[in-house]
């Protein structure tokens, strides 16, 4: 089992920008990719960036050049560092985690920090 715990959410403006953290506690070494998700009202929950464990990330053409994620080992978080932020950014941001033990595969999720970029 994994929990994931976010913090970094708030309000911003326009250009502005934050960092958001993902802290995981569990089985930790089971932790393959990382990812951030979002979901704005109305709309489906999307990928915004990803990260393996070897490093490789992956990110949405719309944050692509803006958004960089990252993840420190030895503290065992995962960051998401937001710059140039826009409204269209607003939503809620999800740490997500995908596990594997022997054969079997499992999905984590946080609880969700809220991101409001004003215009």
């Known amino acids: 089992q994994v929990h994931l715990v976010e913090s970094g959410g708030g309000l911003v403006q326009a250009g502005g920008s934050l960092r958001l953290s993902c802290l995981p506690s569990?089985?930790?070494?089971?932790?393959?990719?990382m990812a951030w998700y979002r979901e704005a009202p109305g709309k489906q929950r999307e990928l915004v960036a990803s990260i393996t464990s070897d490093g490789t990330a992956g990110y949405v053409d719309s944050v692509r050049g803006r958004f960089t994620i990252s993840r420190e080992y030895r503290e065992d978080t995962m960051s998401l560092q937001m710059n140039s932020l826009r409204p269209e950014d607003t939503a809620v941001y999800y740490c997500?985690?995908?596990?594997?033990?022997?054969?079997?595969?499992?999905?984590?999720w946080g609880q969700g920090t809220q991101v409001t970029v004003s215009s």
């Open positions: 569990g089985v930790v070494f089971s932790i393959t990719e």
């Open positions: 997500y985690a995908k596990t594997i033990m022997v054969s079997r595969v499992d999905d984590y």
